[in-house]
């Protein structure tokens, strides 16, 4: 399968705890977004990458949440301190240049207790 | 924030009968996408219509924008039972050449009954 791959599909965590999330975007796609979606809504842009450089962040919803690319492959999505309100599925997405659809993976469905 | 709104929320009809989702929007876009959702999964890439174009058709898909009124529709014609999905508009309003930031709506969930 040369889909976008997450991991892990579901994760639950204590209030309070950090967590991780990794998203392997499409071999040959140098653009990679990360969304969060909560029930009921439309996914919310977070951050976007191309290659390695992350070229926006500010809708980054707090201090708490942290995305790297360090090779300009997978990326890791990081919150730290984990709270109720983070409860949601976390999308990742990958897009080659010339392309303006996205590719989404499954999703990353995190519950925090 | 959201920037498109889909209309209805919910909407159920019979299978062979067409589905239309319409969504309203904000800001002056780029390209405006259609995507579907199964329950618990990631979405899928519909269609994508530009800001210089009115109608554009894929398959059994047939969207249009107007956006001298900030709207889209999405007709799904001779429904399937496989139809049955959330379906979310998404606007790129971003100044450089390809999307990197789209906003979605709340969706559109179809049933489709056999």
């Known amino acids: 399968d040369t889909g976008v791959s997450q991991d892990p599909r579901h994760k639950i965590t204590k209030r309070g705890q950090n967590v991780t999330f990794r998203c392997d975007p499409i071999s040959e796609h140098n653009r990679l977004y990360w969304y969060r979606q909560t029930l009921g809504q439309g996914p919310e842009f977070l951050t976007y990458f191309q290659n390695e450089a992350q070229l926006e962040k500010s809708r980054l919803l707090s201090d708490r949440f942290s995305a790297e690319r360090p090779k300009g492959s997978f990326s890791t999505l990081e919150i730290q301190r984990t709270e109720q309100g983070d409860s949601a599925m976390y999308l990742c997405?990958?897009?080659?240049?010339?392309?303006?659809?996205?590719?989404f993976g499954s999703g990353t469905q995190l519950s925090v207790l | 924030s959201q920037q498109g709104e889909e209309d209805p929320q919910a909407l159920s009809i019979q299978e062979g009968e067409n589905a239309t989702m319409n969504c309203s929007y904000k800001?002056?876009?780029?390209?405006l996408q259609w995507y579907r959702q199964n329950s618990g999964r990631g979405l899928v890439h519909l269609i994508l219509?530009?800001?210089?174009?009115r109608e554009k058709h894929s398959g059994r898909l047939r969207v249009t924008l107007d956006t001298s009124k900030k709207s889209s529709s999405l007709l799904i014609t001779a429904s399937r039972a496989a139809d049955t999905a959330s379906y979310f508009c998404?606007?790129?309003?971003?100044?450089?050449?390809?999307?990197?930031?789209?906003?979605f709506g709340k969706g559109t969930k179809l049933s489709v009954i056999p």
């Open positions: 998404a606007t790129d309003a971003g100044s450089g050449a390809g999307s990197y930031q789209l906003t």
């Open positions: 800001t002056s876009i780029n390209n």
């Open positions: 219509i530009r800001s210089n174009e």
């Open positions: 997405a990958s897009s080659p240049t010339s392309d303006e659809k996205l590719f």
